[in-house]
């Protein structure tokens, strides 16, 4: 009875840790795992132990006789990586970093970003005795997109705020939330108080098309529409116009795929999870029903990552196309070509909400008068590079598409730290294994760019940490002239948010669903204060 990883597999490697028998690949440091979709497991040398499933912080790892319809297609992609990738010739190469010797209270880190890139930082940290570490964001909750980004209907993939949740009840972890760097306090403050600062701020942009009509209302970023129907603070209020029968989206990534999937969901399949309230009334009375992701290139270069199509592939109720496919592509030369043919000889049923996944095709302006009426579209060629790039071009000719909502997917793009050297071309923070400058560092996305999962800042961080305890041993940071305990005497702390936490979670209790979340910041500061405060009192 093998175990098998499916599709919410975060690529944290906990499960590469607790493996007694070293059948869970690709692993950190070894090749493909920068890489890699996910993990799997070697059906033949797998002792059915159970022990990668306790370890597994968002429930991936499941015996193949507990998979679901849904679940049973990775039962194959498990076993078929090891046909291509065999490991029978490979010792354990994934240890965790061991412990330095750090005297108690002698080494204090301020971690700016209580996003998934930080709270690893942190658990890094805080493995090391005598380390305590200071966790500020700018919201008064934390967790980043693991709380504002992953879909409402992944609750899977959320199930790794638990971990986080460990990782804030340590020894030495102290929360400094609702606390604007640059504008509360500054980035000189944190180095009087700290002798280092690890800046994990993600990527909080997107990348721009650069079209004509790019800024009529109904065109825009992703980014923003995914923040709105997870309740995000800087978008809960935000209107989108959801009177139109067709939506386009602009790439074809794992982010387009959630839009498409929450814009043709049945909300009350929806209303079971910790959608924000008010992007549900919303898209209770929604007239889309088609979405369409356009993509530049082929279906072999697709963005996507296989589980997510599986899990696409999966969806009931919502007709699922291809469109774009190129003549001759063989149908079996990836898994993702294989299963993308599958979809495209299908036939849709009527009456259906569908998503259509077109290939080979280009965005060239958005039109309209004061909003989005149509997207003028042209086909594209594939051409190979010398290096090997496939790339596409536009053939010149054009159709139009009328759509009444334009959202653009084509990634995430980090922004400039203020005091800190930028890479505008790569939007990233230059450094050296994490360093930046004496004392301090960077960690996640604003490191190494928008790429990977939540667990691959696993490994980031213990880079970064690696570094920034090789400073302190050769005496290369500054000890702090100052207490942390000085600074942002007003913001909330561990107590305040899980004043928040019980809040939200009472109230989904009531509904059924995992939380309501809290959507503004009065009201989740509010909740902050005063749950903590008669929790206090014991009333």
Same mark, same amino acid.
């Given at each position: ?172 972890? !102290? ?97 079971? !999870? ?244 809290? !959507? ?8 902050? !204060? ?10």
């Amino acid at each position: 009875m093998p175990y098998v990883v499916t599709r919410s597999c975060c690529a944290d490697a906990s499960c590469v840790l607790a493996c007694p028998v070293n059948c869970i690949h690709p692993a950190p440091g070894e090749p493909g795992f920068a890489t890699a979709e996910m993990l799997y497991v070697d059906p033949e040398t797998c002792v059915d132990c159970g022990a990668c499933t306790t370890a597994c912080p968002v429930d991936a790892l499941k015996p193949h006789t507990a998979l679901g319809a849904a679940e049973l297609p990775f039962l194959e992609l498990n076993a078929s990586y090891y046909k291509d990738n065999p490991h029978t010739d490979r010792a354990p190469m994934y240890v965790l970093p061991k412990q330095r010797a750090v005297p108690a209270g002698e080494l204090s880190v301020a971690v700016v970003g209580a996003g998934p890139a930080g709270l690893f930082a942190a658990d890094e940290l805080l493995r090391h005795p005598g380390v305590r570490v200071t966790v500020l964001d700018r919201l008064p909750t934390p967790y980043g997109l693991a709380r504002a980004g992953v879909a409402p209907d992944h609750q899977d993939t959320k199930q790794v705020t638990e971990l986080f949740r460990a990782i804030e009840s340590q020894p030495g972890f !102290t929360y400094r939330l609702g606390v604007d760097i640059g504008s509360d306090i500054t980035h000189a403050d944190l180095l009087r108080t700290h002798h280092a600062v690890l800046y994990a701020v993600g990527a909080s942009s997107d990348k721009r098309l650069g079209i004509d009509g790019e800024d009529l209302t109904g065109s825009v970023a992703a980014t923003d529409f995914v923040a709105w129907y997870n309740g995000h603070p800087d978008h809960a209020e935000d209107t989108y116009p959801l009177d139109t029968e067709r939506a386009v989206v602009i790439g074809n990534g794992n982010v387009a795929l959630d839009v498409a999937r929450i814009l043709t969901a049945d909300p009350d399949t929806l209303a079971r !999870t910790d959608i924000s309230d008010r992007a549900l009334a919303a898209l209770r009375t929604s007239q889309v029903r088609e979405v369409v992701l356009v993509g530049r290139r082929g279906p072999a270069q697709a963005a996507f990552t296989l589980p997510e199509l599986l899990a696409l592939r999966a969806l009931r109720d919502v007709d699922v196309m291809v469109e774009g496919r190129p003549e001759g592509l063989d149908a079996e030369a990836t898994d993702k070509t294989r299963l993308l043919s599958e979809l495209a000889a299908r036939t849709p049923s009527e009456g259906r909400r569908r998503i259509v996944l077109r290939f080979l095709t280009a965005p060239v302006r958005i039109t309209g008068d004061e909003r989005v009426r149509a997207l003028e579209l042209t086909p594209t060629e594939l051409h190979t590079d010398e290096d090997g790039t496939v790339r596409a071009r536009p053939t010149g000719t054009t159709e139009v598409l009328p759509t009444g909502l334009v959202l653009r997917s084509v990634g995430y793009r980090g922004r400039p730290v203020p005091g800190l050297p930028f890479d505008e071309r790569t939007a990233t923070v230059p450094h050296d294994a994490g360093r930046v400058e004496r004392g301090v560092y960077v960690a996640g996305w604003i490191k190494r760019g928008p790429t990977g999962f939540i667990g691959t800042n696993k490994t980031c961080a213990q880079e970064t940490v690696a570094s920034l305890l090789d400073d302190f041993a050769a005496g290369r940071l500054t000890a702090p002239t100052a207490s942390a305990e000085t600074l942002a005497p007003d913001a909330l702390g561990l107590d305040g948010w899980r004043a928040i936490d019980r809040t939200e979670r009472a109230a989904g209790e009531t509904q059924g669903r995992p939380r309501v979340k809290l !959507t503004d910041t009065a009201s989740l500061c509010d909740a902050a !204060t005063q749950t903590a405060a008669t929790a206090s009192v014991g009333v």
